[in-house]
C-alpha cells in the first residue's frame, strides 16, 4: 500500500526500543527504577475529577463547539489576565487534545512545504517530527550545556533565513529545565523584532512547575509589540497533574486561530465535552495543591541534581530551574567498558544503566542531544536515592 513522503518521512522513536525493554523487565517483576516519567506522579486533584464525573452523570456527552465551550474558552482568557496580563478574546484561542495536538495544529497552519522552523537543541522530541509532517524542515541550533542550553541571540540571528516561518521557545524545558530569565528574552526579542514574517510558538507547557530563584515570564507578556506574532501554547497536563485527560490550548492572533479552528473542526473536533467544565474550574481555582506539589518536585529536583554530580564523569550543570527533569552531562564516562558494555553515547549509556544497574534513563539523542541522558524527578525520593545508589555502584564498577 502506498504511505505518503510526509508519513513515510516521521521516525519512529528513538527511546522506544529501550522504554519497552524496561517496561518488559518490570512486568517481568525486575525491580527497574525508573526515571523516565515524562508526566506527574500526583493524582489529578478531587475537585477537578468531581466536576468531569457530574458533567458526565448530567448527560453532557454531546458534541461541542470544535474550539472549545464558551465557558471555557472565558477560563482561558481569564488564565492568560490573571498569569499573563494579556487580554484576548475566546476567538483568539482553541482548546485542542493536549498540547501536543495545539501545536501539531499550530505547524499545520503556518508551514509550507520547504518552509524552515528554528528549534533550539535540545528541544522536545515531537517538534521535528510535527514540523516534518506539515512538510517543513527544522533548522536546529545547538545549545549545549555550556551555554544553558539556551540559544543566544546571535545564533538566533544567524539561523533566521528567508525561508524562516517560525522559531520554537520552549522554557521552563523539557528536557533541560532551562528556564530563560526575563534579560534574555528582551535580548531574543530584540533579534525577532528584526524578522518581521517570523511567528513564535511559545510552549509554556511547565510554566507552573518554576523553582526559586528562576521564574517564569512570556514573551510576548513582555514585548507586546510581539504579540501579533506569538501563539502561546499551554495546557492541563503537567500544572495540574491531567496528562490523560488531553487538555491544551493555545492563543494568538484571530486569523491564525480561526485557520487552526478550521482545521481542527475537520480532524478531532472538540476535545471531549465532559471535561471541559472540569477544565475551567481547574484553570480558575485557587491552584492551592500546586504549592504542595512544588516543593515536593524541588525537594527532589535538589537530591537528583546532587547525587548525579557526585557521579563520576556526570556533570548536572547548570541545574535544571524548571518542569521535573535532569538532563546530565555524561559525555565524561563515554570511552569506558562498563560491566561488558562500550559506552560511547547517550543510547550505550542508557543501555549500560538499564542492563546493569537497573535504571532506567532516556537518551539524550531523543532530543537532540547525544552527550546528556534525562532523568525524570516525577517520582518518590526513595527510588531517586535508590536509583542514585545504582548509577554510583554501576559507575565505580
Ligand atoms: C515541552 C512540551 N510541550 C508539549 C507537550 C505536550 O503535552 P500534552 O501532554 O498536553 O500533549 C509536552 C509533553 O510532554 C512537553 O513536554
Given at each position: 500500500?502506498?504511505?505518503?513522503?510526509?508519513?513515510?518521512?516521521?521516525?519512529?522513536?528513538?527511546?522506544?526500543?529501550?522504554?519497552?525493554?524496561?517496561?518488559?523487565?518490570?512486568?517481568?517483576?525486575?525491580?527497574?527504577?525508573?526515571f523516565?516519567?515524562?508526566?506527574?506522579?500526583?493524582?489529578?486533584?478531587?475537585?477537578?475529577?468531581?466536576?468531569?464525573?457530574?458533567?458526565?452523570?448530567?448527560?453532557?456527552?454531546?458534541?461541542?463547539?470544535?474550539?472549545?465551550?464558551?465557558?471555557?474558552?472565558?477560563?482561558?482568557?481569564?488564565?492568560?489576565?490573571?498569569?499573563?496580563?494579556?487580554?484576548?478574546?475566546?476567538?483568539?484561542?482553541?482548546?485542542?487534545?493536549?498540547?501536543?495536538?495545539?501545536?501539531?495544529?499550530?505547524?499545520?497552519?503556518?508551514?509550507?512545504?520547504?518552509?524552515?522552523?528554528?528549534?533550539?537543541?535540545p528541544?522536545?522530541?515531537?517538534?521535528?517530527?510535527?514540523?516534518?509532517?506539515?512538510?517543513?524542515?527544522?533548522?536546529?541550533?545547538?545549545c549545549g550545556p555550556d551555554q544553558g542550553f539556551k540559544?543566544?541571540?546571535?545564533?538566533?540571528?544567524?539561523?533566521?533565513?528567508?525561508?524562516?516561518?517560525?522559531?520554537?521557545?520552549?522554557s521552563p524545558s523539557n528536557p533541560t529545565g532551562a528556564v530563560y530569565t526575563?534579560?534574555e528574552?528582551?535580548?531574543?526579542?530584540?533579534?525577532?523584532?528584526?524578522?518581521?514574517?517570523?511567528?513564535?510558538?511559545?510552549?509554556?507547557?511547565y510554566?507552573?512547575l518554576v523553582y526559586a530563584p528562576a521564574e517564569f515570564?512570556?514573551?510576548?507578556?513582555?514585548?507586546?509589540?510581539?504579540?501579533?506574532?506569538?501563539?502561546?501554547?499551554?495546557?492541563?497536563?503537567?500544572?495540574?497533574?491531567?496528562?490523560?485527560?488531553?487538555?491544551?490550548?493555545?492563543?494568538?492572533?484571530?486569523?491564525?486561530?480561526?485557520?487552526?479552528?478550521?482545521?481542527?473542526?475537520?480532524?478531532?473536533?472538540?476535545?471531549?465535552?465532559?471535561?471541559?467544565?472540569?477544565?475551567?474550574?481547574?484553570?480558575?481555582?485557587?491552584?492551592?495543591?500546586?504549592?504542595?506539589?512544588r516543593e515536593t518536585y524541588d525537594r527532589r529536583r535538589n537530591l537528583l541534581v546532587d547525587g548525579l554530580n557526585a557521579l563520576?564523569?556526570v556533570t548536572c550543570a547548570p541545574p535544571p530551574l524548571g518542569a521535573f527533569y535532569a538532563f546530565p552531562d555524561v559525555s565524561g564516562?563515554?570511552?569506558?567498558?562498563?560491566?561488558?558494555?562500550?559506552?560511547?553515547?547517550?543510547?550505550?549509556?542508557?543501555?549500560?544503566?538499564?542492563?546493569?544497574?537497573?535504571?532506567?534513563v532516556?537518551?539524550g539523542?531523543?532530543f537532540?542531544e547525544?552527550r546528556c541522558v534525562r532523568l525524570s524527578y516525577a517520582t518518590?525520593e526513595?527510588?531517586i536515592?535508590?536509583g542514585l545508589?545504582?548509577l554510583?555502584?554501576?559507575?565505580?564498577?
Open positions: 500500500m502506498k504511505i505518503s513522503q510526509k508519513a513515510a518521512a516521521l521516525s519512529p522513536s528513538l527511546t522506544l526500543a529501550l522504554t519497552a525493554r524496561a517496561k518488559a523487565m518490570k512486568a517481568d517483576g525486575i525491580d527497574v527504577v525508573s523516565g516519567a515524562g508526566e506527574p506522579d500526583f493524582d489529578t486533584p478531587e475537585f477537578i475529577k468531581e466536576a468531569a464525573i457530574e458533567d458526565l452523570h448530567k448527560g453532557l456527552t454531546k458534541y461541542t463547539a470544535a474550539r472549545g465551550t464558551p465557558d471555557l474558552l472565558a477560563a482561558v482568557c481569564e488564565t492568560l489576565k490573571r498569569d499573563y496580563a494579556m487580554e484576548y478574546e475566546p476567538s483568539q484561542i482553541v482548546v485542542s487534545a493536549g498540547g501536543k495536538h495545539s501545536l501539531f495544529n499550530i505547524f499545520y497552519v503556518l508551514v509550507d512545504d520547504g518552509d524552515e522552523v528554528v528549534i533550539p537543541a528541544y522536545w522530541l515531537s517538534y521535528p517530527e510535527q514540523v516534518k509532517a506539515a512538510g517543513g524542515e527544522c533548522k536546529f541550533v545547538d540559544i543566544t541571540p546571535e545564533q538566533l540571528r544567524s539561523a533566521i533565513t528567508p525561508r524562516t516561518v517560525a522559531f520554537v521557545l520552549n526575563k534579560d528574552l528582551l535580548a531574543l526579542g530584540a533579534v525577532l523584532k528584526e524578522f518581521p514574517k517570523v511567528t513564535i510558538i511559545s510552549d509554556d507547557l510554566y507552573k515570564h512570556s514573551l510576548p507578556a513582555l514585548m507586546p509589540e510581539l504579540r501579533d506574532r506569538t501563539i502561546i501554547v499551554n495546557g492541563l497536563s503537567k500544572a495540574y497533574s491531567m496528562t490523560g485527560w488531553r487538555i491544551g490550548w493555545s492563543a494568538g492572533p484571530k486569523a491564525v486561530m480561526t485557520a487552526i479552528s478550521n482545521l481542527q473542526s475537520h480532524s478531532t473536533s472538540n476535545i471531549t465535552s465532559f471535561v471541559q467544565r472540569a477544565a475551567s474550574i481547574a484553570l480558575r481555582s485557587d491552584h492551592a495543591f500546586l504549592t504542595g506539589w563520576p564523569g564516562t563515554y570511552g569506558r567498558n562498563i560491566q561488558g558494555i562500550e559506552v560511547t553515547d547517550s543510547m550505550t549509556f542508557a543501555q549500560a544503566a538499564l542492563e546493569k544497574a537497573l535504571v532506567s532516556v537518551p539523542v531523543a537532540g547525544d518518590s526513595e527510588a536515592s535508590k545508589g545504582r554510583a555502584e554501576l559507575l565505580k564498577s
